[in-house]
């Protein structure tokens, strides 16, 4: 802790150590310092968060303290997400790898994925996840519809290993392909009856106003031109050549860029166009169909 090396002989409780943290943390500017300051010490301690809370009096080892120190320091000083500094991010109750090659999975994203519940049935959907990154989309689609073929796209490889990587460990990979390329690129000539995407769609002019944290995942991830909107029109310009009649398309955006494209979408001709809110009532997914005849 900040004052730890002059209290190295301190004997420093769970509690305690969260008490200081927590207030360190509040201190840097940290939103969410309680737990954060919880999930890297449970981390720390090779425990589950929860058992925090059953152990409070326990003491911190000299090695534990070292360990949680540094975790404290980085996330504090250089502002490195807690997915980041643990390696580890849950999805749709899946435990997923994450590093800095990939964006950190939001909750708000599981709005994609309801979304496209929502819309489709059991049976042997073809599937795009266009931009996958740590493959958080595909696999959570994969787990609810297991017989489902599955194409996850990105054009970062480095970031594809990593959701190959979680593939394998969740086994779920067996219902996964991966492929490597920009945009719809890499599946020219096919067809899908579901494509979802996680785009990026944060304008350049906005990085300098952004949390300090997001600084530490891939910009190509997170930025997309001028406006923010430069793969957006795209995907609703494309998106349309690549779905069966009938098929959805959902995309994940800002909440001020949903009306705009909405109207994208009906210019290319897709039907039942609509928003769906995520759990703070935002804006955070367009959808549409393909028309099942013409079009």
């Avoid at 994609?112 to 990154?133: K, M, R, S």
């Avoid at 990593?162 to 020219?188: Q, T, Y």
Wanted: hydrophobic share 40%; proline share 6%; aromatic share 6%.
């Amino acid at each position: 802790m900040s004052s730890a090396t002059n209290t190295q002989d301190k004997v420093w409780s769970v509690l305690e150590l969260l008490r200081w943290t927590t207030s360190y943390f509040e201190e840097k500017g940290v939103d969410t310092a309680r737990l954060d300051a919880e999930c890297l010490l449970a981390d720390a301690l090779g425990i589950e968060r929860l058992r925090l809370y059953i152990e409070f009096e326990k003491p911190v080892t000299p090695d534990e303290r070292d360990r949680y120190r540094g975790l404290v320091r980085r996330r504090a000083d250089e502002r490195m997400p807690v997915a980041l500094l643990l390696g580890k991010k849950e999805f749709w109750s899946l435990p997923l790898e994450v590093t800095s090659d990939v964006l950190v999975p939001r909750p708000e994203t599981e709005t994609l994925v309801e979304a496209a519940l929502q819309a489709t049935t059991e049976g042997p959907l073809e599937i795009l996840d266009l931009g996958t990154g740590s493959g958080a989309v595909a696999l959570a689609l994969a787990k609810e519809r297991p017989e489902a073929r599955i194409t996850a796209s990105d054009v970062s490889a480095a970031a594809l290993d990593v959701a190959r990587r979680n593939a394998e460990k969740l086994e779920l990979g067996s219902s996964l392909e991966f492929c490597c390329g920009d945009a719809f690129e890499p599946v020219a000539g096919r067809h899908f009856d579901v494509i979802v995407s996680n785009p990026p769609y944060l304008a350049e002019s906005e990085a300098t106003e952004l949390a300090p944290e997001l600084s530490h995942e891939p910009k190509q991830a997170l930025f997309a031109g001028p406006e923010g909107t430069e793969l957006l029109r795209r995907i609703a310009e494309e998106a349309g050549s690549l779905l069966n009649p009938g098929g959805w398309l959902g995309v994940e955006l800002a909440p001020h860029q949903a009306e705009t494209m909405m109207g994208w979408l009906l210019e290319a001709g897709f039907e039942d166009v609509i928003v769906h809110r995520d759990l703070t009532d935002r804006a955070r997914v367009v959808s549409g169909r393909r028309p099942r005849t013409g079009g």
